[in-house]
């Protein structure tokens, strides 16, 4: 009977009401003509409704007159009247469709980036800094999962952050979830009370330095090296005293002693940079005028579907996007949906003076600088200097920041 209902629905059915003195007489007739009626249920005022087929309706008209009763149509379902409803409402139609592709289209695209601790609390990192290597690797929101690749993502992340044992990406629809397991403490190589000196993580000259454990190789007003050893692990015993009238006797030596050094050590430390700027500015300005094309592509063939093939303006900027349509049963079908949509744009030139072109550079050389200094590093002084002469069409600028951050690095020391 299921497989007759889903028949019945393609085909198109009818729903009737029977009124009338005898309703069981005009069932009685249908049955004996091989009418189908299915569904049938008695009203409360006697009436009986029944569903059938849509082409056998015009063979009730005599049954009707001869069992006295009325047949009334009171609904009419299945595929055909469907698609008839539908002839009508075209734009529906197609703002349905065109609804159903933007929700696909939107689909293919990463809207959320969630961090996830694999075993416990995070304590090396926080989610704002996996969030951030994850972005610097293309990981974020309005990515596109097709140009992904989880395991060179996961590479990636691992190689910025050194801190991280494993990191594991998956995606659950529209969310991306990065999966952070940090890097335990391994027994006897990175316990926490391991000897380790203390060496500059790069060059400039000591400020303060304040030794909590190890021995000070450095004072303030120090010009240091990276790599240069600032408070060392290694502790020296100092060296034994002769006294008179003990000339003959050898002092017992005293081992030197391995602790891990700790303590802050404060330097001035300067980054510098060089920029080139142009006096001459060339910029686009959007003049807000724009056409649309939109191209079917199929096995590298092109059709223009609507819009332009080249767009009427003189200067302009083009951005395309392609929606490819979804694979079947690992078949990607080779059909893409183009939309090119053309910005006109118009070409203004400025000149600057020799003063606004020497400032662009520095503020451009000093943001790229400051990109470089680590967190938590106070800039204490900035200075540009131009390295070109007024008359000169392009100018050259370079430019020093001084910073006092802590530059210590930790290092650990060999059992031996």
Known sequence: MAWNRRLAYLEGYLVITIEGDD?????????????????????????????????EYRALRSLARQSRCRVRIVDKRGLPFFSRRLRGRQVLVLGSFFFLLAIYFLSTFIWIVEVKPGCGPLHLVTPDQVLAAAGAEGLKPGARKKDLDTRALELALERRLPQVAWIGISFHGTRAEITVVEKANIPGT????????????????????????????????????????????????????????????????????????????????????????????????????????????????????????????????QENKVVALPSWRNFLLPVELIITTYYEVRTRYRQLSYEEAVRVAGEEVLARIKEKIPPGASITGQKITSLSKPGDAVVRVRAWIETEEDIGQVVPLSGN
């Open 23 to 55: 309703p069981e007489a005009f069932l009685n007739l249908a049955l004996a003509r091989s009418i189908i009626l299915w569904d049938i249920t008695i009203n409360n005022n006697g009436s009986i409704q029944a569903k059938m087929k849509a082409g």
């Open 190 to 317: 990175e316990a926490p009370d391991r000897p380790a000196s203390i060496i500059a993580a790069k060059d400039g000259v000591i400020k303060d330095i304040l030794v909590i454990d190890g021995e000070g190789r450095v004072k303030a007003g120090d010009t240091v090296r990276r790599g240069q050893i600032l408070i060392s692990g290694l502790i020296l015993p100092p060296r034994p005293e002769n006294n008179p009238g003990e000339a003959g006797l050898t002092a017992k030596p005293v081992a030197p002693r391995l602790v891990r050094a700790r303590g802050i050590v404060r330097a001035r430390v300067w980054y510098e940079g060089e920029k080139e700027v142009s006096r001459l500015q060339v910029q686009e300005v959007p003049t807000g005028r724009q056409q649309t094309a939109v191209t079917v592509q199929v096995r590298g063939r092109r059709f223009l579907l609507k819009g332009p093939e080249l767009p009427a303006y003189t200067s302009y900027r």
